[in-house]
């Protein structure tokens, strides 16, 4: 074989095969940057990408969120006391070209950033108001790495405190400080159970006695208006009776001696009694006729004797001896 075409077939492969090793494939959460000669050209996206080998290069930046762990260090608060902190930071790329030009190492970088912040925020707050003011500090140190971050072509998503532990000595003090602080407000409520139950009582009692009363005043009632009712039905009917009567009397027409005989029929009920004096009245002229009768009923016996008085005369007194 001629030693020409050898070599050209050599060269074309070799062609070949530097030119397949241009290709690059950038896959979709990733931005690629092309330098010329070691100096930046454009940012390419996600994709196959070729660049030619020994002058161009493809350097490729992970735009996904990413999380750096803030190392454990101890911070003394604004009342002297040491506490050890640490925190996670959360953040994504924003600009490629910052990210990777503008800073040597992100990572250490950021988290050298957040250590110092960290003992600033913390510093400035006391023990109590740093162990329930997580979101405060969070909020704080968020801030102010986002705003030193921007120039690296990243931003804060958020910052989260993981653990804010004082020593020993001090944590357990707190813990007798919340066990004795929970038995005073078992105390507490256990007392205001206490007198809310003798409340109660005392409601009840006093709903019991206002009901009775209640009950008592309304049977009173029940029974004085059954009384009336009673009383007025009577009455009534007594009303209704007499006129009745009455005008049975003045429909009949009775003649003189039928009153005179009832005249005498009420006076021998009257008579009945044990008294020994019987006044009539002054309307006695109708009943002289039947004077004959009167004697034969009030007559003189072997008992007691009755005398009939007129209330227009001195009534007679009769004889005890008689």
């Known amino acids: ?24 494939i950038v896959r979709p959460y990733e931005k690629g940057l092309v330098e010329v000669l ?21 350097l490729k930046v992970d735009m996904r969120e990413q999380v750096v762990d803030v190392p ?9 006391v040491v506490v050890t902190v640490d925190a996670v930071i959360y953040y994504e790329p924003t600009d490629p070209v910052k990210l990777l030009y503008n800073v040597g190492d992100f990572i250490l970088a950021v988290t050298k950033l957040a250590q110092t912040n960290l003992r600033n925020v913390v510093g400035d707050l006391q023990l109590d108001d740093a162990l329930i003011s997580r979101e405060l500090i969070n ?10 971050t921007d120039k690296w072509g990243s931003r804060v998503v958020r910052v989260e405190i993981q653990r804010i532990e004082p020593p020993p ?19 507490v409520t256990e007392a205001e159970g206490e007198k809310r139950s003798a409340i ?15 009950g008592e005043a309304e049977a009173i009632k029940r029974v004085a208006e059954g009384k009336r009712y009673e009383f007025e039905t009577v009455a009534e ?23 005179a005989i ?54 007679p007194t009769a004889d005890p001896a008689a």
């Open 1 to 24: 074989m001629d030693p020409i075409v050898v070599l050209f077939v050599f060269m074309a492969v070799v062609l070949v095969f530097v030119a397949a090793t241009g290709f690059r």
């Open 38 to 58: 070691g100096k930046y050209e454009t940012t390419v996206d996600s994709g196959l990408r070729w660049v030619m080998p020994f002058v161009k290069r493809l």
């Open 72 to 80: 454990p260090q101890e911070v003394i608060t604004k009342d002297n």
């Open 139 to 148: 909020a704080r140190l968020r801030e102010i790495l986002d705003d030193a």
């Open 169 to 187: 000595d001090v944590t357990d003090a707190m813990h007798r400080q919340m066990k004795a602080e929970r038995l005073r407000r078992a105390v």
């Open 200 to 214: 109660l009582r005392a409601e009840g009692v006093k709903q019991k006695q206002i009901l009775e009363a209640e």
């Open 237 to 259: 009917g007594e009303g209704r009776a007499i006129e009745r009567v009455f005008g049975a009397i003045h429909t009949g027409d009775p003649t003189p001696d039928l009153i």
């Open 262 to 315: 009832r005249y005498l029929d009420a006076l021998q009920g009257i008579a009945d009694g044990q008294a020994t004096k019987v006044f009539l009245p002054l309307e006695v002229t109708g009943v002289l006729g039947s004077l004959g009768a009167i004697r034969e009923v009030f007559g003189t016996g072997d008992g007691d004797s009755t005398t009939l008085a007129s209330p227009t005369a001195p009534a």
